[in-house]
Nanobody, 121 residues
Framework: QVQLVESGGGLVQPGGSLRLSCAAS????????MGWYRQAPGKQRELVAT???????NYADSVRGRFTISRDNTKNTVYLQMNNLKPEDTAVYYC???????????????WGQGTLVTVSS
């Protein structure tokens, strides 16, 4: 079984910073792309940022220049550094990964359980 576990969410004031982490564990032989998505109350889940196994990145326009996605392939972990946070960044942030499972040698889309980020004064 493969799982993604997020950490690092919390309450922060506008203009502040947070760093989210997401670690993959289980029977993994390879991880393709990884990413972060978010869902605000009453809204649909939206893409925040993605990163390929080679390190190419993609960002939503709303976070470009403020957020940075990175990964450590030796730790099967992806990070999201969030700077200059705004109240509209408040949401549950979900980690996603396309993960190759050793038991089947098939890639699966896996989601984490989510971590809440609240930006408020």
């Amino acid at each position: 079984q493969v799982q993604l576990v997020e950490s690092g969410g919390g309450l922060v004031q506008p203009g502040g910073s947070l760093r989210l982490s997401c670690a993959a564990s289980g029977s993994i032989f390879s991880i393709d792309h990884m990413g972060w998505y978010r869902q605000a109350p009453g809204k649909q889940r939206e893409l925040v940022a993605t990163i390929t196994s080679g390190g190419s990145t993609n960002y939503a326009d709303s976070v470009r220049g403020r957020f940075t996605i990175s990964r450590d392939n030796t730790k099967n972990t992806v990070y999201l550094q969030m700077n200059n946070l705004k109240p509209e960044d408040t949401a549950v942030y979900y980690c996603n990964g396309r993960i190759g499972v050793t038991t089947t040698f098939v890639y699966r889309e896996v989601w984490g359980q989510g971590t809440l980020v609240t930006v408020s004064s």
